[in-house]
Nanobody, 125 residues
């Protein structure tokens, strides 16, 4: 299992934007779905957005709907997360995965070998 590699995080002010990128094993249009996840200090890792490679349909957590957009570039085997109107509550380490577990238990079932190092997003008010 080759871990995904996330990039594009940074420190921004509230209201600004960032675009995260992800490449690696499992980040491919031949899979069923791919997703972005985040983990804030002291909190469980949670799903942020998913994209189903077959029809391109997407899912977003309520907290990011209307602000975040997940997309894929099949030619580059790259997954993106466009984040607009960032809020301090978006501060977390962001991870990608070539799977789309939804519940906390399902996400927790993916052991460390499946996750990359993540990319830190820090939003200040």
């Amino acid at each position: 299992q080759v871990q995904p590699v996330e990039s594009g995080g940074g420190s921004v002010q509230a209201g600004e934007s960032l675009r995260l990128s992800c490449k690696g094993s499992g980040i491919t249009s031949s899979g069923y779905c791919m997703g972005w996840f985040r983990q804030a200090p002291g909190k469980e890792r949670e799903g942020v957005a998913s994209i189903y490679t077959g029809d391109g349909s997407t899912w977003y957590a309520d907290s990011v709907k209307g602000r975040f957009t997940i997309s894929q570039d099949n030619a580059k085997n790259t997954l993106y997360l466009e984040m607009n109107s960032l809020e301090p509550g978006d501060t977390a380490m962001y991870y990608c995965l070539g799977e789309c577990p939804r519940s906390t238990a399902a996400i927790r079932a993916f052991s460390a070998e499946y996750w990359g190092q993540g990319t830190q997003v820090t939003v200040s008010s």
